[in-house]
C-alpha cells in the first residue's frame, strides 16, 4: 500500500487549513490517486523537521530490523517502502527486492543498521550552543540515547551519540526559546530533561 496512490498507508500528507488539498500537490490531476499525497513509500514517520538553512523538510522514521533512516522530503518524492529497505523483516527474511536502492526510489540520507528507533527531531539554532548550530538531533527508544549529526549540505558527515548513561528512552527532542535542548523520556513518572552547559 506505501507504493499505491490510493490510500493515505506510507504517505506524507499535504494540506490546506481547511483539510482540502492545494492544487499545487504532485498528484492532484493524477487518476486514482488521493490529491492530499506529497510522498510516499515511507514506512513509519515519527519526526519531521524543516532545516532552517534552507527550508527543506527532513522526516525520519522506524525501519523493520534495522533501516531506520532520515530522508528530505521531495514533492511526488518515491522513498522506496517496501520494495527496498536498508533492513531485514523481523524474521530475518528480505524486504521486497532484498536491495536497499532502486531506479525512481529516493535514497536515505542517513540509515541506522542496527535500529536506534529514533523518536523526535530537532536542527539546533540557538546561541547556548555554538558549536551545535546546524546540528541535527534525535532522540532514541531502542538504545536510549539522544543522537547528534554533523552535515555539510543534504549530506550527514558524522554522528555523535550522547547521554547513554541516562538509561532512558528518550521520546522528544525540541529546542527551547533559551537555547537549550529539552528531552521528553518515557521515565514512568514522566521527566522532562534540559541540557545547558555546565556553570
Excluded at 498507508?9 to 486514482?32: C, E, H
Excluded at 533501516?67 to 527474511?93: H, L, M, Q, R, T
Excluded at 527508544?141 to 549529526?149: A, I, N, Q, T, W
Excluded at 535542548?181 to 552547559?197: F, K, S
Aim: hydrophobic share 35%; aromatic share 10%; proline share 9%.
Amino acid at each position: 500500500m506505501p507504493q499505491t496512490l490510493d490510500t493515505h498507508t506510507g504517505k506524507l500528507l499535504r494540506i490546506r487549513p481547511d483539510g482540502t488539498a492545494p492544487p499545487d500537490n504532485p498528484f492532484v490531476n493524477t487518476p486514482g490517486a488521493l490529491p492530499e499525497i506529497w510522498a510516499y513509500g515511507l514506512r513509519n514517520a515519527e519526526g519531521l523537521a524543516f532545516n532552517p538553512a534552507d527550508g527543506k523538510l527532513w522526516e525520519q522514521e522506524h525501519g523493520p530490523q534495522g533501516g531506520d533512516e532520515i530522508n528530505i522530503i521531495a514533492k511526488g518524492g518515491n522513498y522506496g517502502w517496501p520494495v527496498v529497505s536498508f533492513g531485514v523483516n523481523y524474521d530475518d527474511s528480505p524486504v521486497g527486492t532484498g536491495k536497499q536502492h532502486h531506479a525512481g526510489m529516493i535514497d536515505p540520507v542517513w540509515p541506522w543498521t542496527p535500529s536506534i528507533a529514533p523518536y523526535g527531531m530537532a536542527f539546533y539554532t540557538g546561541d547556548l550552543f555554538p558549536g551545535w548550530k546546524g546540528r541535527l538531533f534525535h532522540g532514541a527508544l531502542k538504545f536510549m540515547l539522544v543522537s547528534r549529526l554533523m552535515l555539510d549540505g543534504d549530506k550527514v558527515v558524522k554522528e555523535e551519540r550522547m547521554l547513554q548513561g541516562l538509561h532512558e528512552r528518550i521520546r522528544d527532542v525540541r529546542q527551547g526559546p533559551d537555547g537549550a535542548l529539552y528531552l521528553l523520556t518515557d521515565n514512568a513518572a514522566g521527566r522532562i530533561l534540559r541540557v545547558a552547559p555546565a556553570k
